[in-house]
């Protein structure tokens, strides 16, 4: 009848209630967030400003595909192929070694200098603000570890340089040599903004290899991509400790890689050039040769055919004829690039020389990309370096592949050439009226046209190539020249703060969600409400020190209060006995040390002066502990009145210091408990004790241990059972429940002990803590620990 | 400059006797020497009394505890100590009626006092001022008024502000003692804060929502008569004087 309500009732408030409570328990650890967010605070402001800032500059170039004029248009291969391989290529251009070696070297990057700053002491690059200019030449090709200089300026002259732990006075502008090393140079710049004497730099020369390494590293290429689609367009990106050096090694390389493009096609432009050259003189001789050859033909032969020959020419076979020499112009072609890439080893190829094959053309461009890069390699790069011989070798197996289908294609050409001249000689036999001495006249003059046509075509491409070579460009140009937002990328400000501030809330939060964890005691009233069936009679507070007496009536404490307040809950618990009936209380608990003796010593005696008469009886057998609160020990207790039947009850009666209150002891330890309990002198002495008393307490022992204190269960009107806050574990409350399940008692109610009623939940509500319990005419306010004690602390997380 | 100064504050500002005009009747005090926690002496009783008539009141209902175990004072001690209080103020020749009720205890004493009519109330409406524990919610409160009410006594609840464990999101628990027909009776010192910040909070939402009664100093020890000073200057109680809710001027005749 009473469940159905207080289920429906307890659901309805639960989650209300739990997410406060969830909250409070954090918020009372207030001090601890405090302290977390004041440390990561001051942590925060020195990462800041012990961190140096870096810097990042970006910069965008557009590859333009189509102003490769002097090359096959490539477009319909890419789209083959399915990505922008080209772009894909100058990315690879751009951060490529040849062109980082330049900027290196244009910029000085492998010089770094530092100074040392005023206050804080931190070491910062300088870089656009150096008071001299440092030249260095390397006399042994690229040094092996940095070299390391301190330098201090003494005046306008002269500077002092320490290195290996030496220090020598030299005059600027002298250039100074370290043995098979290095020699090197400072310049004082002139009208310097501010005097420089005095000021200490340090300058390291870092290998130009490690510092490539690590520039090629650092410089970020990306394709841009725009709304998903990949455009022909590259980002350059770096980070530096200094905008300026970031702006000018982004502006170098695309410099440098300007250059670079420039460079190569001035190369193969040239190279074809000559070759073209070389093949017009060659074909020139022939093409006279056979001029002549006509010319003698025809003068000894007295043959005029112009006329036969337009006939001829405007006939059926007219169109092979013309395929014929175009097919032979092919062959020519194949085999004047055959013999190039015989005769030539590991050297550009000409380009754009006629070959219809497209496949091969591309090649040709790789290869002759290939060829260069290895050219530039041959300046920096020894031999064995894998990076190279992994190059050579692609060389020569793109050479052989290049060979192999100019191969292909000339045995193709070949037999095109023959089956055309089969075709055009069955048309000639068709034609065998014409004479003998025309038909061969005709031979030398094709010979002659297939000559000719080359020689007009190579002349052609000669031209071309002499134009496309004046007005060589880059096929890229500059988007975006390098840019810097002037505003660091790490660290950033805000970013830092916030990561912080954020682990100064985590960690105190992970701090108290670890100790709730490992938290499974039972720490105030609701929460023993919630987590027990068991109506709760009432609780007593904590003390700041454990008391160990009977409590003084008008001690002005809380503790006493809450006494008072046990009596009147009991008094109104047990109002349906009669007042002229004598009731019994036992105090029980799970585990010793619970409390039981104090509380039931100090309810006794707060029932004794509300004027009842009140014995206590001591029936904790094993750890008998009223000695503490009563000093006067009588020597027989109650196994003695058990044992001897001649004793009175008045000879076990104690008198204590409190008036109405008298204390049996327990009395010598008994072996055998459960005699003494089932014995019929027990009933007898508590049949005299309810007529002489109004309460009859028994301490008796802890339920979980002994049990002795189930078989005194028939005399008792009201179990109270101790639970101790801050002690009693939350699971081993399933003993009071079996208990109370069980139904042994007539009444059966939990008592909190040591309540810390700070940490109570009341008063959390919208109404802030409970500010302080002291009397009842006094509003003076209970010591409170300040934040910087120690005890605070241990008052927080006891 | 400071006298213009001050002409301008005073100006908008209501004199205490003004105020104490709407009070006249204090109904809650520990002012019998010696039998409770309040004063000790009758001198200490006739230094705060003298600051009462002062300030303009006409009548002290002085309250001392009833809590068995504690004070175990009963009708005849009090009207007895309040005799020598008479008498001290007859000869003294102070211009203030003074009569003596109790602050009792809600336990079952109290409930034994109530069915033998052993009860000290005060006015016409026979009102007993009664108090719980501040430290802890007695079990059966509900009960021990519904006893009451069954009574020709009415029940005035002391200080209802002071009770942390009815600081609920809504005062829900206070709202529904006063259903049950208990009046309530504000510490002026309250509104103050001298009790905490929570004390405070409450007092000034009981004042807003039109909850109180009474307003009583439960004045124990003469270094409490500055308070009563102070506390006449706050807002939220010139709102509640003025306001013409209490009942305190009823108890005068």
Redesign the interface.
């Known amino acids: 009848m009473e469940k159905e309500p207080l289920f429906s009732n307890e659901k309805f408030s639960d989650e209300d209630i739990n997410v406060r409570l969830i909250l409070d328990q954090y918020l009372r650890y207030w001090p601890l967030y405090l302290v977390f967010i004041i440390i990561f605070s001051v942590g925060a402001y020195l990462y800041l400003k012990y961190s140096i800032p870096v810097y990042q500059a970006t910069s965008s170039i557009l590859i333009e595909k189509e102003n490769q004029s002097l090359m096959v248009d490539f477009s319909s291969i890419e789209d083959l192929f399915g990505g922008n391989k080209v772009v894909e290529d100058q990315m690879l251009v751009v951060k490529s070694l040849p062109v980082l070696m330049k900027v290196v070297d244009n910029l000085l990057l492998d010089v770094k200098v530092t100074r040392k700053t005023k206050y804080t002491q931190k070491t910062v690059g300088v870089y656009d603000n150096r008071p001299f200019i440092i030249e260095r030449k390397y006399l042994n090709g690229d040094i092996k570890d940095p070299l390391v200089f301190k330098i201090e300026i003494i005046d306008l002259e002269n500077y002092e340089l320490t290195y290996n732990d030496k220090s020598y006075k030299y005059p600027f502008g002298k250039s100074l040599q370290i043995p098979e090393l290095v020699t090197f140079k400072l310049i004082l710049k002139k009208d310097l903004p501010q005097a420089v004497e005095g000021e200490e730099y340090t300058i390291t020369l870092n290998p130009i290899t490690a510092t490539l390494m690590y520039l090629q590293e650092s410089l970020i290429v990306e394709q841009a991509i725009k709304s998903s689609k990949v455009s022909n367009a590259i980002n350059l990106s770096i980070k530096s400790y200094n905008e300026n050096k970031a702006k000018d090694i982004l502006n170098n390389v695309v410099q440098e890689y300007f250059n670079n493009d420039i460079l190569s096609k001035k190369i193969i432009s040239e190279k074809t050039y000559a070759f073209i050259q070389d093949r017009l003189g060659f074909i020139s001789t022939e093409l006279s040769g056979v001029e002549s050859d006509l010319e003698k033909y025809k003068t000894t032969n007295k043959v005029y055919s112009i006329v036969d020959e337009s006939r001829l020419f405007a006939d059926n076979s007219m169109s092979t004829k013309q395929s014929l020499t175009d097919a032979e112009l092919q062959l020519s072609i194949v085999n004047l690039m055959l013999g190039e890439l015989n005769t030539n080893k590991n050297e550009i190829l000409p380009v754009n020389i006629g070959l219809a094959d497209v496949n091969i053309a591309v090649n040709i461009k790789a290869y002759n990309d290939l060829v260069l890069q290895d050219m530039q390699y041959k300046s920096s790069v020894s031999e064995l370096n894998p990076e190279r011989i992994a190059l050579s070798k692609s060389i020569s197996s793109l050479r052989e592949n290049i060979k192999a289908s100019l191969n292909n294609l000339r045995v193709n050409n070949q037999m095109l050439v023959n089956n055309l001249r089969k075709q055009d000689k069955i048309l000639e036999g068709e034609l065998s009226l014409i004479p003998n001495k025309e038909r061969v006249l005709r031979d030398i003059s094709r010979q002659q046209q297939t000559k000719e046509a080359l020689f007009l075509f190579l002349m052609q491409k000669r031209e071309e190539v002499a134009i496309s070579t004046i007005s060589i460009k880059p096929d890229a140009k500059i988007v975006s020249p390098a840019f810097s937002s002037g505003i660091p990328v790490s660290p950033q400000k805000g970013k830092i703060i916030l990561i912080f501030l954020v682990l100064g809330l985590i960690i105190p939060t992970i701090i108290i969600y670890v100790l709730s964890l490992l938290d499974s005691k039972i720490h105030n009233?609701s929460e023993l409400e919630r987590l027990s069936p068991i109506p709760v009679?009432?609780?007593i507070?904590k003390t700041r020190k454990p008391e160990t007496k009977i409590l003084e009536?008008?001690d002005?404490r809380?503790i006493?209060?809450?006494f008072?307040?046990l009596?009147?809950?009991l008094?109104?618990?047990l109002?349906h006995i009669s007042d002229s009936k004598s009731k019994t209380i036992m105090l029980t608990s799970t585990i010793a040390g619970e409390g039981k003796t104090f509380i039931s010593s100090n309810l006794a005696a707060?029932l004794a002066?509300?004027?009842y008469k009140v014995v206590l009886l001591g029936m904790d057998f094993r750890a008998p502990k009223l000695n503490i609160y009563f000093k006067n020990v009588k020597n027989k207790g109650i196994t003695h009145f058990i044992k001897d039947e001649n004793l009175e009850i008045e000879d076990i009666l104690n008198p204590s210091k409190v008036e109405g209150l008298d204390v049996i002891y327990p009395g010598l330890i008994a072996p055998v408990f459960l005699d003494i309990t089932k014995s019929d002198r027990l009933r007898s002495m508590m049949d005299q004790l309810k007529v002489r008393y109004d309460y009859i307490i028994i301490d008796s022992a802890p339920v979980g241990l002994v049990s002795e204190t189930l078989s005194l269960v028939p005399f008792v009107d009201m179990c109270l059972y101790i639970v101790r806050a801050d002690h009693l574990d939350k699971r081993a409350l399933k003993i009071s429940e079996k208990l109370y399940n069980e139904g042994r008692f007539a009444d059966f109610r939990l008592v909190l002990n040591a309540e810390d009623?700070r940490k109570s939940e009341?008063?959390?509500?919208?109404?802030?803590?409970?500010?302080?319990?002291g009397?009842?005419?006094?509003?003076e306010?209970e010591e409170k620990y300040k934040i910087w004690q120690y005890k605070y602390w241990k008052d927080l997380f006891s | 400059m400071f006298d213009s100064l001050k002409s301008i504050f005073s100006k908008s500002e209501i004199s205490d006797s003004v105020l104490v005009e709407n009070i006249k009747v204090d109904m809650h005090s520990h002012l019998l020497p010696g039998i409770d926690d309040g004063v000790k002496s009758i001198e200490e009783s006739i230094e705060i009394i003298r600051h009462f008539i002062g300030l303009g009141y006409k009548k002290i209902i002085t309250t001392p505890h009833i809590m068995k175990g504690t004070y175990d004072n009963t009708s005849e001690i009090i009207k007895n100590k309040l005799q020598i209080v008479r008498q001290e103020i007859q000869s003294q020749n102070l211009d203030i009626e003074i009569e003596a009720s109790a602050e009792y205890y809600l336990d079952t004493h109290f409930l034994d006092l109530l069915f033998n009519g052993d009860i000290l109330s005060f006015g016409k409406e026979n009102y007993v001022l009664v108090e719980f524990s501040y430290l802890q919610k007695q079990n059966d409160y509900q009960n021990i008024f519904m006893n009451i009410s069954q009574t020709d006594y009415q029940p005035i609840l002391a200080h209802p502000e002071r009770y942390a464990y009815f600081y609920d999101k809504n005062l829900s628990q206070l709202k529904q003692i006063k259903e049950q027909g208990v009046l309530f009776q504000l510490n002026l010192f309250s509104i103050l804060g001298v009790y905490g910040k929570g004390a405070k909070m409450v007092a000034e939402h009981l004042v807003k929502e039109n909850m109180i009664d009474f307003v009583g100093t439960d004045i124990h020890k003469p270094k409490h008569i500055a308070y009563l000073d102070d506390c006449l200057k706050d807002k939220y109680l010139q709102k509640l004087l003025q306001s013409g809710n209490l009942k305190n001027k009823s108890l005068l005749s």
């Open positions: 009233l009679l009432s609780s507070v009536k008008d002005r809380g006493v209060e809450s008072r307040v009596v009147t809950n008094a109104f618990s109002s707060f002066y509300s004027n009623i009341y008063g959390y509500g919208n109404y802030g803590k409970y500010g302080g319990y009397a009842y005419g006094d509003f306010q």
